[in-house]
C-alpha cells in the first residue's frame, strides 16, 4: 500500500490565483481529512470528511473548499489564495471516526506571494 | 474545541539520557495519539493511548484519562529521536486537536 499521498510536495503562487492540493489514500479509509501546519504551531484541522459525498468544516475552515466524490480522493482547494496561506497542508485518513490511529500524508508545503 | 498543553516545548539531552514529554487535556476523550515528526517534517506515529500505558521498544507512554494527562517517555535517546513530538486528542465530535509540540533536540 502507498498509504496517503499528496501532490505537490510544493508550490508557489500568487495572492488570487487557485490551486487544488491532491491527496489520495489506498487503504480503504471513511475518515479523511485536511490540516494546516504554522511555525511554531500544531496542526489545526480545516475540513474533513467521515465517507465519500459527506465533508464538514473543522477549525479553520476560511478561505477552503473540500468535496469527496469517492473513497480514496480528498482535494483541497484554494480559489483565491491569500499571503495568510502560506503553511504546511497535511492531509490524514482513518479507518471511520472513532477509536482508530490516523495516518499522515508528507505534506505540501505552500507559498503564496 | 479541547485545548492541548505539552510541556516541556523545548529539550535538549544528550545522547543516552531519558526523558518524559507531558501532555495534558482540557476535556475527556476517547482517542489520544502521540507523533514524532522527523526533520524532514513526517509525521509518524507513535501511539494509540486514549487510556492505559503501551511500549515500543524504547518509548512508552501512559494515558490517564480521569486526570487528563498523557505521558511519553524516551529511554536512551539516539539522535534519531530529535524533532518534534505532538500530542494529538478527540473526543465524541469529529475533530483532532493538537498540541503545540515538545521540540527535542539529542546531541551526540
Given amino acids: 500500500n502507498a498509504g496517503v499521498t499528496q501532490t ?15 491527496c489520495a489514500q489506498d487503504m480503504n479509509h471513511e475518515y479523511m481529512s485536511w490540516y494546516r501546519q504554522d511555525p511554531g504551531m500544531g496542526l489545526r484541522l480545516i475540513h474533513y470528511s467521515v ?16 468535496s469527496r466524490s469517492t473513497t480514496e ?15 504546511v497542508y497535511f492531509c490524514a485518513s482513518r479507518v471511520s471516526w472513532g477509536q482508530e ?13 | 474545541g479541547i485545548q492541548v ?20 487535556f482540557s476535556d475527556s476523550v476517547n482517542n489520544l495519539q502521540w507523533f514524532h515528526q522527523n526533520p524532514w517534517g513526517q509525521l509518524i506515529n507513535l501511539f494509540y493511548i486514549p487510556s492505559g500505558t503501551k511500549q515500543n521498544g524504547r518509548l512508552s507512554a ?5 486526570e487528563r494527562y498523557s505521558l511519553l517517555y524516551i529511554s ?30 539529542v546531541i551526540p
Avoid at chain 2, 501512559?62 to 480521569?66: G, H, L, N, P, R
Fill in chain 1, 8 to 22: 505537490p510536495k510544493f508550490q508557489v503562487l500568487k495572492t488570487g490565483q487557485s490551486m487544488t492540493l491532491q
Fill in chain 1, 51 to 66: 465517507g465519500a459525498g459527506i465533508t464538514d468544516q473543522g477549525e479553520v475552515p476560511n478561505g477552503y473548499n473540500v
Fill in chain 1, 73 to 87: 480522493d480528498f482535494p483541497l482547494r484554494l480559489l483565491s489564495a491569500a499571503p495568510s496561506q502560506t503553511s
Fill in chain 1, 101 to 113: 490511529t490516523q495516518y499522515f500524508g508528507p505534506g505540501t508545503r505552500l507559498l503564496v506571494l
Fill in chain 2, 5 to 24: 498543553e505539552q510541556s516541556p516545548p523545548d529539550l535538549i539531552l544528550q545522547e543516552g539520557a531519558n526523558s518524559t514529554l507531558r501532555c495534558n
Fill in chain 2, 62 to 66: 501512559t494515558t490517564v484519562a480521569t
Fill in chain 2, 76 to 105: 536512551s535517546s539516539q539522535t534519531t529521536d530529535s524533532g518534534v513530538y505532538f500530542c494529538a486528542v478527540g473526543n465524541t465530535g469529529n475533530q483532532f486537536y493538537f498540541g503545540t509540540g515538545t521540540s527535542l533536540t
